[in-house]
DNA sequence: AGGCTGTCAGCAAACGTTTTCAGCGCGAAG
DNA sequence: CTTCGCGCTGAAAACGTTTGCTGACAGCCT
């Protein structure tokens, strides 16, 4: 069992120090309510002669409140993440709240974490396609407040994500008919999230509108750099690379641009890559990747601002807000070559 | 204010329809204590017909204890922060003890966060060089268990860390000495953290020893792989590049790469670089990253156990925990081409 | 039968706050 | 001189647990 906790001045020794009761103390050091010039005085002075703060423990219990918000994610690698993470605390920090950010890593057992985070918050944003199926309805049901985030939108869910469809239909139609491109593969696994079965939605519609056929299958990858290149190296090695590859995030995309690099071949002459997000090192490369470009910042902000207005006014009626997405486009498509 | 939080059942509530006290309730959730057969039924009947889990509030309360570890980063993007707060992670889960992360964003208010965050853990990581001069001392003083990770050693402060300097020195003596490159430049932020400085220290120390004269002054860049791209524009824009490229981690070494590919040059023919970390992308270029591999697991995993201890018996000595680090000679540097 | 031991269960005190309610003193209004 | 209202303060009841202590009761041994 844990040691106690930090064992700082309380209350009552406050008051008894500084002569008045605890009610008292608790207003002062909360500056609300009506208390004289020179009482106030008093128990200022008390109050940082012990350094004193009060306790969360107790606090939290009499306000019946955490004061925390909570967000479960796959894993918290990379610049999407980070971004969609640092965009929640901003909105959370703004109303006094906490953040507990729970990364399930993929793990069999989350299911224990998750209820386990979700008793330590006042309510909870979860990414879809990482938790089992019912365990978010479960939580709902239990009276937890929560927000979906980035996922395939349910009943009685509120839902914040972002336009993949559309777009990425248009980047895939954009490599097929502005370019030409015959074989077009498209690189991430549409099983892995619903972000990614959506992109791959776009993806297969772009190729029946351009009347260009059925796709060649996902190369089902997942999404750091390291899957990109390794993807590539793959592909050639079991024949003649695609043409273009449409990758599911910018990070696998500059993988694959690296391999490709690597092997002494040109982007986007011998084979074009386009990604997904517009993380910084999108607008770096040579040839610029071409990609969309995704609010991943407000996505989180949204997210922690719908959720805690599902804390603050109980009733909720289903919320599917999309953010909207750009198609961004740079060199590693083929734009800007002679062709 | 926040609204209240989830109204379940109480151990009251569960007592009554059981027709037993609450300390028997109490008992049998926990599976502590002597109980009979009979009466643990009843209970765990009633138990489960309403689904009912002790809040977290209450017990927290009377166990003076918040169940909870807190970790703060300057931010949580990239590899190694991932990997080390996974390490951590799994030994905080392992002690039943939730984790907070605190990614303080570089933010000038951070100091209030902190505080904050302190105010609801049993115990902080710190990452060294993250935090204001005096804040950690303070809080240490207050009686709040701390361990520094990856910092300058302080007094009575005990820290985690690997092994920056000596293998700084090898990796910097193995481009000068063996492979006898003249302009050698180090490409990272001496100031920027501990283990920045360490390795700028290293790389300094490894050129007076091999007889090679003052170095030129550190390159300044963050450490994602847009800067060290950005890094090498800017320094093939201002003359010559130097020969080698030592940088502070694998990251910007691959954006370093990329950089150098995309002007047409090869690594390591034309610029050789190396890197520092071992992520999983190191071994993939077709020159494969010349590294160091550090346990950053581990290192996550012995900080989360200094602290528990910490908390546990709570004094504690002065504890400079290093662990080892060791260098990966792949082909970036220049080895395994024919000379 | 009387004492002893051991099992089981409940009472009540803590834990450190917030918040409601009532009371007090005092000046102003009637 | 009452009465009212207002500003200030304190007592005490929550909030939901854990846990030390006490007592009832049963069985067993002398």
Redesign the interface.
Known sequence: ????????ATLQEIAQEAGVSVATVSRVARGIGQVSDDTRRRVLAAIDRH?F?PS???R??A??????LGIVFP?????Y??EV??GF?EEA?HAE??V??L?T?LLRESGE?VR??A??V?GLAVMGGVLADGLVERLRD???PIVQLAGRPRAGLPTVRTENVAVFDRLTRHLLSDHGYERVRFLGDPDASPDAAYRWQGFAQAHRHAGAGEPAGPVRIGL???DG??AVSRLQAAGPLPRALACANDETA??A???L???GLRVPQDVAVTGFDDI??AG????GLTTVHQPMRELGMETARLLLRQ????TQGAVDRVLETQLVIRGSCGCGIPA
Chains 1, 2 share one sequence.
């Not at 804390?311 to 109980?314: H, K, L, R, S, V």
């Open positions: 069992m844990a040691r106690r906790v930090r064992r700082g350094d703060r969360r423990l107790g939290a219990l306000e019946r409140s955490h004061g925390a894993g918290l690698s990379g610049p993440y980070s993470i640092s605390e920090v709240m906490a507990i950010i990364g890593h974490l386990d985070t008793a330590r006042d239990r009276g937890d750091m750099q390291s290149y390794i500059i993988g641009v690296l391999a690099l690597d092997m910084p090192m770096l490369p040579a040839s804390i603050e006014n109980d």
